[in-house]
């Protein structure tokens, strides 16, 4: 299995407000992608600790005493409201950090399983057999002016309220947790990333980078490359997965 993680600022933000954390051991790895909230104070920091719930959650966790399936979509979602509190508390500290928040979205591959946990609206792509599937839904004002009806899918992108969350961490102390789990195939490929690689390039244009690049570090680079050539509008974070089973399906 191989692991890549990249984040970058983009062409037109100040800062950098999206972090990433990636590890792997054997054949389980930790895939995390967090957006801080641009519009709100502080939106890195918010991004920063919740990562860090992250890491510490790494150090913790008995790689090698695996929990039953339950137990550990409990740990994911216990991970991702630690976080949330860990946000909130800092926020209430400091009148320069109130109101800031993330997106957070958490993989964790366990052999050939993969668990979700996902609040926001960064991505969780698999790609294989020549496929791409998006396996979290966008928590956005947009995604349930889509699943309504009121606008068509090809009206999003320039839409006025495309960037407002209906979930994220530090909005609330009671939130709601996606938690999914899907069987991965060997070869598969797995991809996080946050909006601002998904709003400048495709499902389509990310599943044809990654036919041509089997290295995760390049496929993170050339996606980077890509939406830093359409603008570079916002923060960018890709965290790829490779070599899943050790050979191709």
């Not at 995390?32 to 909230?37: I, K, L, S, T």
């Not at 020549?130 to 947009?142: A, F, M, V, Y």
């Not at 309220?161 to 947790?177: E, F, M, N, P, W």
């Not at 990310?206 to 050339?222: F, G």
């Amino acid at each position: 299995m191989l692991i890549a993680g990249l984040s970058n600022k983009g062409l037109e933000r100040p800062r950098n407000e999206d972090s990433c954390f990636v590890k792997a051991d054997s054949d389980i790895a930790l895939m995390v992608v967090a957006d801080g909230m641009g519009g709100h104070r502080a939106g890195n920091v918010a991004s920063d600790l919740a990562v860090s719930s992250a890491e510490q959650f790494w150090v913790d966790f008995d790689r090698f005493n695996l929990n039953s399936a339950e137990e550990t979509r409990k740990m994911i979602n216990r991970l991702i409201i630690d976080a949330n509190e860990k946000v909130l508390s800092e926020a209430n500290s400091s009148s320069e950090r109130r109101g800031m928040g993330t997106t957070f979205t958490v993989g964790l591959l366990c052999g050939n399983r993969l668990i979700i946990g996902h609040i926001g609206d960064s991505r969780a792509y698999l790609i294989n057999n020549g496929q791409i599937k998006l396996l979290t839904r966008d928590h956005s004002l947009l995604e349930q002016l889509i699943e309504s009806g009121q606008i068509k899918p090809e009206e999003a992108k320039n839409h006025p309220q495309r960037h407002v969350l209906t979930r994220a961490l530090g909005i609330s102390s009671d939130i709601k947790v996606d938690i999914c789990e899907k069987d991965v195939q060997a070869g598969s490929i797995l991809l996080f990333c946050t909006d601002g690689l998904t709003n400048m390039v495709s499902d389509d244009e990310i599943l044809a980078a990654a036919s041509e690049h089997s290295d995760p570090q390049k496929l993170a680079e050339s996606l980077i490359d890509l939406a830093n050539s359409r603008g570079g509008f916002d923060n960018i974070t890709v965290v790829v997965v490779t070599g899943i089973g050790g050979q191709e399906s």
